[in-house]
């Protein structure tokens, strides 16, 4: 089966904490895609960051970073120093091969409130 | 230089009314995605294009939804006979390449609310 599970539903924090996004992936395939998005309240997503399974490197962009683990199949993303800004709706996407093409799965989102 | 947008933004139907939801890809993207979300969900798959080509249709809910992207440009979801489950927000997505993995583009969706 392949799926993805965000746990978090919704996250309050204060101004400035440091907070981290959860997101476990099921696949058996072995070539895969991870992603990251932030859907403001405008409701558009936006991409945040892309990451290909043979490439466990983590990354820091600025105050956001991602620890990606294929050994607990995880994909996580912290945010520093938060700030109101960073309120939305954040989605983690698995993109897998299907029937000799390919499609996107997307966890159910977690919900970070960031309060002044 | 301009986004995905997506026509209508708001659309209220009577039930079992036909509606058309448009999309107009950025510019020379090759690939193209229509997704339904549901309040409070993520993002569900419904159909890719390549092209004009439709390559997976496996996430179509029933046969009352038809999508087609005959220049492989601008893109139409259709659905007949529209039923109060097919309330939701239809996102639409658009990729450069045609191979996994890419960065998608996302439209502003509409959202579409059957009485």
Partial sequence: ?116 | GAGVSQSPRYKVAKRGQDVALRCDPISGHVSLFWYQQALGQGPEFLTYFQNEAQLDKSGLPSDRFFAERPEGSVSTLKIQRTQQEDSAVYLCASSRGGGQGGEQYFGPGTRLTVT
């Fill in chain 1, 1 to 116: 089966a392949q799926k993805v599970t965000q746990a978090q539903t919704e996250i309050s924090v204060v101004e400035k904490e440091d907070v981290t996004l959860d997101c476990v992936y099921e696949t058996r395939d072995t070539t895969y895609y991870l992603f990251w998005y932030k859907q403001p309240p405008s409701g558009e997503l936006v991409f945040l960051i892309r990451r290909n399974s043979f490439d466990e490197q983590n990354e820091i962009s600025g105050r956001y970073s991602w620890n990606f683990q294929k050994s607990t199949s995880s994909f996580n993303f912290t945010i520093t120093a938060s700030q109101v800004v960073d309120s939305a709706v954040y989605f983690c996407a698995l993109s897998v091969t299907a029937s000799g093409t390919y499609k996107y799965i997307f966890g159910t989102g977690t919900r970070l409130k960031v309060l002044a």
